[in-house]
């Protein structure tokens, strides 16, 4: 689907930042209080809550979704986090720099970075890419990141099979998180974060390609997390760490 949205804007106090992304995006700038009942418009953007949030139809009025940058349930709140699960066991413990060549709503990359990673991020979606500056934004007011002077992940916006190709330096690990068909269902939560994704990026046709630059630009490994029911994207890995319903194949140079 291409991104054929609006930029809405409730009050005055949001009105500058609006203007200035709904002339980044191309799009229409709408007020709220006088939206027409149809909408040619599919997705919006709205400054709410303090932060940039991703609204539909339904939640034009109340709600949305925007990058959360605070520990997921049941992750250590210290910094820097201890790396133990099985994203961080496929990264590498000795891993010190780490490309997330397929962002989306940036929660790998934002883990990764609190366990203590140097962190880039790459999105091809201009829409995304305003929610993750968005995101990391807010993430560089966090006192802890504040207290400890972190530079925050670097955000590139673009196709990632050609910035992968133009990298100056080779990164310890880039890290993949396609796209795949979708084949069980979903909770409500992230049926709705992902749908929304899906319907802005459609699937990652291009995935094979994608590993085959991932390959060529890193330094050491290339890290793919996909569901438990697709096929290694690399052929054979060189390890393999199987959760409940997904997996992170290692491929090591």
Same mark, same amino acid.
């Given at each position: 689907?291409?991104?054929? !949205?609006?930029?809405?804007? $409730?009050?005055?106090? $949001?009105?500058? =930042?609006?203007?200035?992304? =709904?002339?980044?995006? !191309? #799009?229409?700038l709408l007020a709220l209080q006088s939206l027409p009942a149809?909408?040619?418009?599919?997705?919006?953007?709205?400054?709410?809550?303090?932060?940039? /949030?991703?609204l539909d139809k339904q939640t034009l009025k109340k709600g949305g979704l925007a990058v959360d940058v605070d520990p997921r &349930?049941?992750?250590?709140?210290?910094?820097? =986090?201890?790396?133990?699960?099985?994203?961080?066991? $496929?990264?590498?413990? /000795?891993?010190?720099?780490? @490309?997330d060549a397929t962002t989306? #709503?940036?929660?790998?990359?934002?883990a990764l970075f609190r366990?203590?990673?140097?962190v880039s991020c790459i999105e091809r979606s201009?829409?995304?890419?305003?929610? @993750?500056?968005? !995101?990391?934004?807010?993430?560089?007011?966090?006192? #802890?990141?504040?207290?400890?002077?972190l530079q925050t992940p670097e955000l590139m916006v673009g196709n990632a099979i050609d910035l992968l190709a133009s990298l100056s330096e080779k990164p310890d690990c880039i890290y993949l998180d396609p796209m795949f068909p979708v084949k069980r269902k979903q909770t409500a939560a992230t049926r709705k974060s992902m749908a929304i994704l899906r319907d802005i990026l459609g699937d990652d046709l291009d995935r094979a390609d994608l590993f085959a630059a991932a390959w060529q630009a890193t330094g050491k490994r290339v890290v793919v997390k996909? &569901?438990?029911? =697709?096929?290694?994207?690399?052929?054979? &890995?060189?390890?393999?760490?199987? !959760?409940?319903?997904?997996?992170?194949d290692v491929y090591l140079k």
């Open positions: 689907m291409s991104e054929q !949205g609006a930029v809405v804007y $409730a009050d005055d106090s $949001a009105l500058f =930042a609006s203007q200035a992304l =709904a002339e980044r995006l !191309g #799009w229409p149809e909408l040619a418009q599919t997705f919006f953007l709205c400054y709410r809550d303090a932060c940039l /949030k991703l &349930p049941g992750e250590q709140h210290s910094y820097p =986090a201890p790396k133990k699960d099985l994203l961080a066991q $496929a990264i590498g413990k /000795k891993t010190r720099t780490v @490309i989306g #709503w940036a929660q790998d990359s934002l366990m203590g990673y140097q201009p829409v995304m890419a305003e929610l @993750i500056a968005d !995101g990391f934004q807010r993430l560089a007011r966090k006192d #802890w990141v504040l207290n400890r002077q996909s &569901p438990d029911y =697709a096929e290694p994207l690399g052929g054979k &890995p060189s390890e393999s760490y199987q !959760g409940k319903l997904l997996r992170y």
